[in-house]
């Protein structure tokens, strides 16, 4: 549960229990912590100055940890991952969070969207380690604004409708298999569909590692719907979005 928080960068609190040994003010879940929630700016990217203060203010105000959430973080905040006592733990949003309000007005018929954010459980382990299973994909369907969990069901849609389907935009990360091998096989089913990459990942390296060739439609992420308008229309030659 969250809870606003009236700081400078800390915008919320939220409070866990960290699992520990019973004894004096504890209960049998653990200690109760307190956690800092920081959050970056929709378009920009959190430096790692930006985490000191951060993480600086949630010492202060006597936090335990500091969440930082952000679209994109610059290459030094990497190494970044503790301030003192308070350690910083970094999730990285995906930029299509903020874009589902104006992809939901995508014309009907000839955009199709794969990203590739998994659904994931956590199992427990060994020697107080976790084991990840990645059930499937989510996917991001813009004319109804939801978001549906997919495995191979992802690829077989596009199958079913790869008569309509103009323009694929495609991620790069998908659980179970590769965005290049998505890519072969969209092509296989439908050698002429257009497909945009987008990705994190700079194209270069795209290119280099990942797909072996040349990536003929690229949208760096995070991106702007303008963005993403431009090249929709770009690539299918009208006013689609």
């Keep these: 549960m969250l809870t606003l928080w009236p700081g400078d960068l800390v915008c919320a609190e939220g409070k866990y229990l960290e699992p520990s040994p019973l004894g004096r003010g504890q209960c049998e879940g653990g200690v109760e912590r307190r956690a800092a929630i920081f959050i970056g700016p929709e378009f920009g990217t959190v430096s790692r100055p930006d985490l000191v203060s951060a993480a600086r203010e949630a010492g202060d105000s006597g936090f335990d940890v500091l969440i930082a959430c952000a679209f994109n973080y610059d290459a030094h905040s990497s190494e970044f991952d503790k301030l003192g006592r308070i350690p910083v733990l970094k999730a990285h949003m995906n930029a299509d969070l903020h874009m589902a309000a104006d992809l939901k007005n995508t014309g009907k018929g000839n955009l199709f969207v794969i990203f590739g ?5 956590i199992l427990e382990s060994e020697a107080g380690q ?3 299973k990645v059930n499937g994909v989510d996917v991001f369907h813009p004319n109804t604004g939801e978001v549906r969990s997919d495995g191979a069901e992802g690829i077989a849609l596009f199958k079913k409708n790869s008569a309509e389907i103009k323009l694929v935009i495609l991620d790069v990360e998908m659980p179970g298999i590769s965005g290049d091998k998505v890519f072969q096989i969209l092509r296989g089913i439908t050698p002429g569909v257009k497909i945009l990459i987008a990705s994190g990942y700079g194209k270069e390296y795209l290119e280099t590692t990942i797909f072996k060739s040349k990536i003929s439609h690229f949208l760096p992420k ?4 303008e963005q993403l308008s431009y090249k929709v229309n770009q690539l299918l030659g009208g006013n689609h979005v």
């Design 130 to 132: 976790v084991r990840v």
């Design 222 to 225: 995070p991106f702007k719907i």
């Design 117 to 121: 954010e998994p659904d994931i459980d």
